[in-house]
C-alpha cells in the first residue's frame, strides 16, 4: 500500500472516530496474582448492569486472560485484524450482561511494537466499530512493559489493584514511579485486593502513600477495598465471573460499588475523551 493512501485511510478513521466519546480506564498492578484480571472482568458486568456499554480490551497475554476465566470460545483475535483478515467487530465476543470482549492478541504480539501498515490496521478498526462503547476497560498484563506503560499513559484513568504482600506494594510503587517521572501520569485510583477486613484496606493505602507521597510527586485515591472472598475462587472453577455466580457476595458487594463510582467519573473535555486519543497515544512511541 503507497504510504500517501496509508495517511488518508488514517485520516478519514480518526475523522470518523471523534464521534465515539469512550471512557477509557486501564487496570495495572505491576504484579501478576493480584487480581486485575477478576476486578476488569466483574467492574465490566457491574458497569454494564448499570446500563453502560462496556467493551473490554484484553491486554493480558498471560494464561488466564479473560475469555478463558470465562470460558468463552475464541476463534479470532487482535492479530486477524491488524492482519487485516477480521474487523474488530468480527472478533468481538460476548460475555455476560453484554459486555464485548476484544481477544488478546497470541504469542509475541506486542501492540506497542506495530508496523505503520499494522497501526494504520488497528486505528482503521476502532474507527470502523460498530458496536457502541461507553466504557473501554484494559486488562493489562504483569510487569512493567512498554505496552503497560502505553495503555496506562492512553488511559484517562489508571486502576493500580495492589494487595497487602511486601511484593505487591514495591510493584506497584515501581510502576507509579516510572508512570509518573517518564509518562506524565499523576494520578491513580487504587483497588486493594484480598484484605481481610476495611481496615486492612485503609492500612495498605497508608503504605502505599507513606512511599509515595515521600519520594513521588503523585496523588492517590483508594477507589475500593474488596475483601478475600471464597467465592472469587469458587466462581472461577465455574468459569463464571464472581459477580455472576454470586451477586451479593463481599466482593461483588465491594466491586459494584465501585462501578457506581466509576460510572460518575468524568469524560475529559478535550480531545481525551475520544477513542482517536487513546489510539494515537497508544501507538505513538512517547518522544523523549
Ligand atoms: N478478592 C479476592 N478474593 C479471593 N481470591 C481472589 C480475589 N481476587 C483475586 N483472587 C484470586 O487470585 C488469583 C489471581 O487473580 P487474577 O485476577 O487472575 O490476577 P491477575 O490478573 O492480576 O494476574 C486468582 O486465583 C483469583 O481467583
Ligand atoms: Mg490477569
Request: net charge neutral; with cysteine.
Amino acid at each position: 500500500m503507497p504510504n500517501n493512501q496509508l495517511a488518508d485511510d488514517q485520516a478519514s478513521g480518526l475523522r470518523q472516530m471523534k464521534k465515539q466519546m469512550v471512557k477509557v480506564i486501564s487496570i495495572t498492578g505491576g504484579k501478576g496474582g493480584v487480581g486485575k484480571t477478576n476486578v476488569t472482568l466483574n467492574l465490566a458486568m457491574a458497569l454494564a448492569q448499570l446500563g453502560k456499554k462496556v467493551m473490554v480490551l484484553d491486554a493480558d497475554l498471560g494464561l488466564a486472560n479473560c475469555d478463558v476465566m470465562l470460558g468463552l470460545r475464541v476463534e479470532r483475535n487482535l492479530s486477524h485484524v491488524l492482519a487485516g483478515t477480521a474487523t474488530l467487530d468480527d472478533i468481538l465476543v460476548e460475555g455476560p450482561f453484554g459486555i464485548k470482549i476484544v481477544p488478546a492478541t497470541s504469542g509475541s504480539q506486542n501492540m506497542t511494537e506495530l508496523s505503520s501498515v499494522e497501526h494504520a490496521s488497528l486505528i482503521r478498526a476502532f474507527s470502523e466499530l460498530q458496536t457502541a462503547v461507553d466504557v473501554l476497560l484494559v486488562d493489562t498484563a504483569a510487569g512493567i512493559s512498554d505496552m503497560v506503560l502505553s495503555f496506562s499513559r492512553a488511559s484517562q484513568d489508571v486502576l493500580v489493584v495492589v494487595c497487602d504482600e511486601p511484593s505487591s506494594i514495591t510493584d506497584a510503587y515501581a510502576l507509579m514511579k516510572i508512570l509518573s517521572r517518564d509518562h506524565a501520569v499523576e494520578k491513580f485510583k487504587i483497588v486493594a485486593n484480598m484484605v481481610r477486613s476495611l481496615k486492612e484496606g485503609q492500612e495498605l493505602f497508608a503504605k502505599l502513600t507513606r512511599v509515595t507521597d515521600r519520594f513521588l510527586d503523585v496523588s492517590l485515591e483508594l477507589v475500593a477495598t474488596v475483601p478475600h472472598d471464597e467465592n472469587v475462587r469458587k466462581a472461577a472453577r465455574k468459569q463464571k465471573a464472581f459477580i455472576e455466580a454470586f451477586p451479593t457476595t463481599p466482593a461483588s458487594m465491594a466491586i459494584k460499588t465501585l462501578a457506581l463510582k466509576a460510572a460518575k467519573w468524568p469524560l475529559p473535555v478535550n480531545a481525551s475523551g475520544h477513542l482517536e486519543f487513546f489510539l494515537e497515544q497508544l501507538v505513538q512511541p512517547q518522544s523523549e
